[in-house]
Antibody, heavy 118, light 110 residues
Framework: QVQLQESGPGLVKPSGTLSLTCTVS????????WSWIRQPPGKGLEWIGY???????KYNSSLKSRLTISVDTSKNQFSLKLSSVTAADTAVYYC????????????WGQGTLVTVSS | QSALTQPASVSGSPGQSITISCTGT?????????VSWYQRHPGKAPKLMIN???KRPSGISNRFSGSKSGNTASLTISGLQAEDEADYYC??????????FGGGTKLTVL
């Protein structure tokens, strides 16, 4: 059974960089797409972007200028870096897997709350 | 990309059926048969319940069904059970390798 687990600081200062890692266990990171999705308090889910195991990426246009998603196949991990954060970036951040056949997210992490505050 | 529109809450009694709507645009829901639905219990990882508008992944109860008409997709849960109480989110492929989600619907089983 594939499992995903997010990790990283729960508190980031305004104007700083939010960094999270998702560790994939129970399966290989190869041959799949890996996304980050977030949910601000009281709001719906927002797709952030994805990285393919080969390293190619696609980002939500609203975050593209501040966003970097990368993959480390040797560690079965992928990561998110969001720069110049503000309070609006406070959210529960999820990592998830999707395929290019059904275009859905079939495995998710439990999510991690990141608060942007001084 | 604008979020898909879902009702904030729905409720039903055990054994009843409920339907959750998900309204998008001709650029997402209306253009692709790639709508998926997710169930999320508090503190748990979201779970894929329906994909490609109406397909159930392995292990998902046939009490869950999906449909689409125009720019609106729907999730129907029949024979409501207490364990169905959760938040539900719709998601649509929006072209150019992007996705858009709904705001979520809280289902209460009375």
């Amino acid at each position: 059974q594939v499992q995903l687990q997010e990790s990283g600081p729960g508190l980031v200062k305004p104007s700083g960089t939010l960094s999270l890692t998702c560790t994939v266990s129970g399966g290989s990171i190869s041959n799949y797409y890996w996304s980050w999705i977030r949910q601000p308090p009281g709001k719906g889910l927002e797709w952030i972007g994805y990285v393919y195991y080969s390293g190619s990426t696609k980002y939500n246009s609203s975050l593209k200028s501040r966003l970097t998603i990368s993959v480390d196949t040797s560690k079965n991990q992928f990561s998110l870096k969001l720069s110049s954060v503000t309070a609006a970036d406070t959210a529960v951040y999820y990592c998830a897997r999707h395929t290019d056949t059904t275009y859905d997210f079939d495995y998710w992490g439990q999510g991690t709350l990141v608060t942007v505050s001084s | 990309q604008s979020a898909l529109t879902q009702p904030a809450s729905v409720s039903g009694s055990p054994g009843q059926s409920i339907t959750i709507s998900c309204t998008g645009t001709s650029s997402d829901v209306g253009s692709y048969n790639l709508v998926s639905w997710y169930q999320r219990h508090p503190g748990k990882a979201p779970k894929l319940m329906i994909n490609e508008v109406k397909k159930r992944p392995s292990g998902i109860s046939n009490r869950f069904s999906g449909s689409k008409s125009g720019n609106t997709a729907s999730l129907t849960i029949s024979g409501l059970q207490a364990e169905d109480e959760a938040d539900y989110y719709c998601c649509s492929y929006a072209g150019s390798s992007t996705w858009v989600f709904g705001g979520g619907t809280k289902l209460t089983v009375l």
